[in-house]
């Protein structure tokens, strides 16, 4: 199970000034996080609520197609290239880094028992690009195009370039080579898809991109690459009964949400750094920051008053940035909560031998780096402690698919929890969508003529 250990953000540590008295507060929250977690579970099934994702885990129609595909497929292809972006690539980063066996790309096929790499591409640098497209054979290689809106400028310009080139090495065969996974309905991929007789995976209504990592977003390039996805929805369905738990002193999601709330608004805690102590678990971090960041951000609360709300997420690792943020977080403004990721026990022990023991680092002799990493997680938590800082530490038993999929899942609860207890709209997105619109009309969509003549003008006098 998972465990979330939040002494060190209470009083009794860190002290008034800068902890909580967190007997008292979660008392006092009592009432509200129960409704809030009742609400949330009475409006997931309605349509326009956003919070279809909270369903994701019972999907089995989803999970027998996406199995009957990927076994259909997975032999014929050397690659997986998804192209994609926010939460069309970010969840299916996480969770196969976290998964598959570290550095993947670089076995051979016989080590990957035949599976194929998987690549993520998103981002539109064009050497990036270019550089990946000269190291894959296109031929080999299946793409899978990714974005609900089906319009993404950065998504839809990298699939243009790709199925051009798989077009002309292909002919009419290239289509064998694509899959999409985008709206139901409604959007350009759709449309393409249809006119093109391109096989489709669908992003469900009612379920954001932030959101989507259970959906045939993260399902299908996982189980392509071989990721066991029952024991992924198994993970997801155990910690959503957890989660329904509306005693806030039984469930970790609002325990977290509440204490990040109450360190934000009456600390003055707004920043919220995720530190895993494990590099597998390092883009759960990138996931992490989009989700909080995408969804807690509002300039107007649910009332329509203006708030400009929002703690702002950071990335960072241990132990790696113990070695270049751990200064800043201990001696810098105590304006941060921390939130550490322990790993329980790892698949892997290795020893130090014990030599060079007439020196300085002879003491590390005979330990194991599991020791280390885990003294380095706990001794970071005291020292940020010792100079009054909050800390909580969420331990997962190991790094699994079940593991994995439940912290992933307790973190969207975690977030939409978060949303309520600040009264904003978590689940739409404004900000990103004038960015897309800008970009749309500087790149002479149509319709976005009288936006672009404005934006040309200020792009000249910025
Ligand atoms: O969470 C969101 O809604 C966004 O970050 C989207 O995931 C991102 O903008 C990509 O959008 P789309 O999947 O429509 O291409």
Redesign the pocket.
């Known amino acids: 199970m998972l465990e979330l250990n939040y002494r060190n953000v209470d009083e009794a540590i860190i002290g008034h000034e800068n902890g909580l008295n967190i007997k008292q507060e979660f008392e006092n929250y009592k009432g509200t996080i129960a409704r809030i977690i009742a609400d949330l579970n009475k409006r997931k099934d309605k349509p326009g609520q956003w919070l279809q994702w909270m369903n994701l885990g019972y999907n089995e129609e989803t999970l027998w197609y996406v199995k009957e595909y990927a076994a259909m497929v997975q032999d014929r292809f050397e690659n997986i290239l998804v192209l994609?972006?926010?939460?069309?690539?970010?969840g299916g980063l996480a969770v196969t880094e976290a998964l598959l066996k570290p550095y993947w790309n670089l076995l051979t096929s016989e080590q990957r028992e035949g599976l194929p790499r998987i690549f993520f591409l998103d981002n539109i640098d064009p050497d990036t690009m270019t550089g990946l497209l000269e190291i894959l054979d296109l031929k080999k290689t299946l793409v899978n195009v990714?974005?609900?809106?089906?319009?993404?400028a950065?998504?839809?310009s990298q699939f243009m370039i790709v199925k051009n080139i798989l077009e002309a090495e292909l002919g009419d065969d290239y289509r064998k080579n694509i899959v999409a996974t985008?709206?139901k309905r409604t959007?350009v991929l759709r449309q393409i898809a249809e006119q093109e007789g391109y096989k489709t995976f669908v992003?469900p209504d009612d379920v954001?991109?932030?959101?989507?990592v259970f959906s045939a977003?993260g399902l299908l390039p996982f189980a392509l690459v071989g990721i066991d996805i029952d024991e992924i929805t198994n993970g997801i369905k155990d910690m959503d009964l957890l989660l329904k738990n509306t005693d806030i002193n039984e469930n970790i999601a609002a325990q977290n949400a509440l204490i990040h709330y109450l360190m934000d608004t009456q600390k003055g805690k707004n920043l919220s750094v995720m530190m895993p102590y494990s590099s597998r678990l390092k883009y759960v971090s990138d996931w992490y920051v989009?989700?909080w960041a995408?969804s807690l951000g509002k300039n107007k609360d649910k009332a329509g008053n203006d708030v400009q709300i929002g703690p702002t997420p950071i990335k960072a690792l241990g132990a790696t940035d113990q070695h270049s943020q751990i200064q800043l977080y201990n001696e810098g403004p105590n304006n941060k909560i921390i939130n550490f990721i322990r790993v329980k026990e790892f698949d892997n022990t290795m020893e130090i031998p014990p030599i060079f023991e007439y020196t300085g680092i002879g003491y590390l002799g005979g330990k194991t780096i599991n020791q280390l990493i885990n003294a380095e997680a706990d001794s970071t938590r005291v020292a940020l402690a010792d100079y009054q800082r909050p800390t909580v530490t969420i331990t997962i038993p190991k790094v699994n698919g079940y593991y994995v999929a439940q912290l992933l899942y307790m973190l969207e609860v975690q977030t939409a929890i978060a949303g309520e207890l600040y009264n904003i709209d978590t689940f739409s997105?404004p900000g990103?969508?004038q960015a897309?619109n800008y970009t749309y009309a500087l790149m002479g969509r149509v319709g976005y003529e009288e936006s672009a003549q404005v934006l040309q003008s200020k792009i000249a006098t910025a």
């Open positions: 994609g972006i926010g939460g069309s690539a970010l990714i974005t609900k809106s089906g319009s993404t950065e998504t839809m985008t709206d959007g992003v954001g991109g932030r959101f989507s977003v989009q989700l995408e997105q990103v969508e897309k």
